[in-house]
Nanobody, 123 residues
Framework: QLQLVESGGGLVQAGGSLRLSCAASGRFFSSYAMGWFRQAPGKEREFVAAINWSGGGTFYANFVKGRFTITRDNAQNTVYLQMNSLKPEDTAVYYC????????????????WGQGTQVTVSS
């Protein structure tokens, strides 16, 4: 069993930066691939980024490439999402998730989810 708690969301102006954190409690965190997803009002949840168990492999949605970076610290049981050059269209609730499979952009591959953290980017 794994519990995930996101933090670091907030209100930022366009062009600004935020770093989201996802703290995991439970066993074997380092054995899970981790992902970030987001959901804007009235829209479906979408994949943002994922990282494999060691941190040596990452995968990004096209719309965040070059702006967002996913990393993890297995000693701290935490995964991060550094978000730079934020745009108003990045406004959403951001969720972290854990998967026992290889890194995936598909939500159904993730068995554990956090409660989400709100990111609002003003123009």
């Amino acid at each position: 069993q794994l519990q995930l708690v996101e933090s670091g969301g907030g209100l930022v102006q366009a062009g600004g930066s935020l770093r989201l954190s996802c703290a995991a409690s439970g066993r074997f965190f380092s054995s899970y691939a981790m992902g970030w997803f987001r959901q804007a009002p009235g829209k479906e949840r979408e994949f943002v980024a994922a990282i494999n168990w060691s941190g040596g492999g990452t995968f990004y949605a096209n719309f965040v490439k070059g702006r967002f970076t996913i990393t993890r610290d297995n000693a701290q049981n935490t995964v991060y999402l550094q978000m730079n050059s934020l745009k108003p269209e990045d406004t959403a609730v951001y969720y972290c998730a854990a998967s026992t499979t290889v890194i995936s952009s598909t939500g159904r591959d993730y068995g554990y989810w956090g409660q989400g953290t709100q990111v609002t980017v003003s123009s």
